[in-house]
Nanobody, 126 residues
Framework: QVQLVESGGGLVQAGGSLRLSCTAS????????MGWFRQAPGKERDFVAG????????YYADSVKGRFTISRDNAKNTVYLQMNSLKPEDTAVYYC???????????????????WGQGTQVTVSS
């Protein structure tokens, strides 16, 4: 059974940093694109960042570009999201996602991702 387990969320002041981790189990994701989405209260689930299996292809939402960095450690089946210069509008539940098949590109549509973690809350106070 495939599972994605996120960790690293919490409460931080504006301007601070957090690092989210997502460890996958049940199969290898070394050739599978992974990424992060987030959902704020009363809003749609939005794409944040994604990385193709090769690691060389990344894509970010405009709202986080220059502040967030996605990375992965295929040996550990883990993807990370380093979040710097956090803003109150970054407050949301963050979900780790993974596709179901090898694909050397990043998708921003949630329906392209087969596997989802349970989510981790990130709260940024002003």
């Amino acid at each position: 059974q495939v599972q994605l387990v996120e960790s690293g969320g919490g409460l931080v002041q504006a301007g601070g940093s957090l690092r989210l981790s997502c460890t996958a189990s049940g199969r290898s994701f070394s050739t599978i694109p992974m990424g992060w989405f987030r959902q704020a209260p009363g809003k749609e689930r939005d794409f944040v960042a994604g990385m193709a299996w090769s690691g060389g292809t990344t894509y970010y939402a405009d709202s986080v570009k220059g502040r967030f960095t996605i990375s992965r450690d295929n040996a550990k089946n883990t993807v990370y999201l380093q979040m710097n210069s956090l803003k109150p509008e970054d407050t949301a539940v963050y979900y780790c996602v993974a596709m179901n098949a090898p694909f050397n590109a990043v998708a921003v549509t949630p329906t392209r991702y087969r596997y989802w973690g349970q989510g981790t809350q990130v709260t940024v106070s002003s």
